[in-house]
């Protein structure tokens, strides 16, 4: 396998980042989680617009300009001969001495792997998830933004954690004030009377780019969308549930906390909006 890293591709076997990078010292750095479908890297400008986003939220000079991150992702891809893949762009702090500060380290490390995910079984995407809500609070905006991806995963791994411990793949987490922010790392939607709500940003959530896809899809099946403050009552009392992420893709949910959410089996909107996800992959985003 071919790794992009720091201007070079280089076998697996020596991609190696020095134990004085900063990205593993202190989680300082920011990454982006990328899908590629058959030879389509799905909306890689809007990943590629967070990437930067999340950058320049922790004061990181990303070393390469969009176009050459466009290139150094698509190149990643076709130096492995994938057509189907998950791509992991990160960028870290880079190597300093130990000690906090970020200007220790005199400049930022960036690399590209494109390899396999293992998605959910099939069984999920036709019978729906059950999850559970995790006693970890999602990490609050005043503390650490969440609209930043940063290298900063332990929040969501704790949560993740818990999942697993409650017999659950994944798992709503609440945020400071009690309110849905997200799942460990995928967004949240539901289903009620005929409209599709979602957390808005400001309440813990990402601004996933499968999330953004949700948006253009609802214009074009007609539903109505909106964000909203969500309880886990709204999660109780809707018709359907469903999550989004790269990994995760769209995921129905029927179970919450040992509760069926509306039937109980995956929803027709809910379906509806898969159907259409599944078609745009293919066309939205960067050929290679
Ligand atoms: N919330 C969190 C906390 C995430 O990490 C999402 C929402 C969904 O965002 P996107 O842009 O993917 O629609 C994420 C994304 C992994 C993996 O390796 C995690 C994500 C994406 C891809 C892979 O587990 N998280």
Same mark, same amino acid.
């Given at each position: 396998?071919?790794?992009?890293?720091?201007?070079?591709?280089?076998?697996?076997?020596?991609?190696?980042?020095?134990? *004085? #990078?900063?990205?593993?010292?202190?989680?300082?750095?920011?990454?982006?989680?990328?899908?590629?479908?058959?030879?389509?890297?799905?909306? %890689?400008?809007?990943?590629?617009?967070?990437?930067?986003?999340? !950058?320049?939220? &922790? %004061? @990181?000079?990303?070393?390469?300009?969009?176009?050459?991150?466009?290139?150094?992702?698509?190149?990643?891809?076709?130096?492995?001969?994938?057509? #189907?893949?998950?791509?992991?762009?990160?960028?870290?702090?880079?190597?300093?001495?130990?000690?906090?500060?970020?200007? @220790?380290?005199?400049?930022?490390?960036?690399?590209?792997?494109?390899?396999?995910?293992?998605?959910?079984?099939?069984?999920?995407? #036709?019978?729906? @998830?059950?999850?559970?809500?995790?006693?970890?609070?999602? &990490?609050?905006? !005043?503390?650490?933004?969440?609209?930043?991806?940063? %290298?900063?995963?332990?929040?969501?791994?704790?949560?993740?954690?818990?999942?697993? +411990? *409650?017999?659950?793949? $994944?798992? &709503?987490?609440?945020?400071?004030?009690?309110?849905?922010?997200?799942?460990?790392?995928?967004?949240? *939607? &539901?289903?009620?009377k005929g409209e599709i709500l979602t957390p808005?940003?400001? +309440?813990?959530?990402?601004?996933?780019?499968?999330?953004?896809?949700?948006?253009?899809?609802? +214009? $074009?099946?007609?539903?109505?969308?909106?964000?909203?403050?969500?309880?886990?009552?709204?999660?109780?009392?809707? #018709?359907?549930?469903?999550?989004?992420?790269?990994?995760?893709?769209?995921?129905?949910?029927?179970? %919450?906390?040992?509760?069926?959410?509306?039937?109980?089996?995956?929803?027709?909107?809910?379906?509806?909006?898969?159907?259409? *996800?599944?078609?745009?992959?293919?066309?939205?985003?960067?050929?290679?």
């Amino acid at each position: 396998m071919k790794i992009y890293l720091d201007g070079r591709f280089v076998d697996d076997a020596d991609a190696k980042v020095s134990v *004085f #990078d900063h990205g593993l010292l202190y989680g300082d750095g920011v990454f982006e989680g990328i899908r590629l479908y058959g030879g389509n890297v799905f909306r %890689l400008e809007e990943h590629l617009e967070r990437f930067e986003y999340s !950058a320049k939220a &922790i %004061l @990181l000079t990303l070393p390469l300009s969009r176009k050459e991150l466009v290139d150094v992702t698509c190149e990643t891809c076709r130096q492995n001969g994938l057509t #189907d893949a998950y791509i992991r762009l990160v960028a870290t702090r880079g190597v300093g001495d130990l000690g906090l500060a970020p200007w @220790l380290c005199a400049k930022p490390s960036l690399f590209c792997i494109a390899s396999k995910i293992s998605l959910y079984p099939k069984e999920y995407y #036709d019978n729906g @998830l059950a999850i559970v809500t995790v006693p970890t609070r999602r &990490i609050g905006p !005043a503390a650490l933004p969440p609209t930043i991806k940063s %290298l900063n995963y332990l929040n969501n791994i704790l949560g993740k954690i818990e999942a697993k +411990q *409650f017999g659950a793949l $994944e798992a &709503i987490m609440l945020n400071e004030q009690g309110y849905v922010a997200e799942c460990t790392a995928d967004n949240v *939607f &539901i289903v009620h009377k005929g409209e599709i709500l979602t957390p808005s940003a400001s +309440q813990g959530a990402l601004k996933g780019v499968t999330r953004s896809t949700i948006f253009d899809i609802a +214009q $074009e099946i007609g539903v109505p969308i909106r964000e909203v403050n969500m309880t886990r009552y709204d999660v109780w009392c809707a #018709d359907e549930c469903f999550l989004t992420g790269t990994g995760a893709e769209v995921i129905p949910v029927v179970k %919450l906390d040992g509760r069926e959410i509306g039937a109980g089996k995956p929803g027709p909107i809910t379906q509806r909006v898969l159907a259409s *996800f599944r078609r745009r992959v293919l066309v939205e985003g960067t050929r290679l």
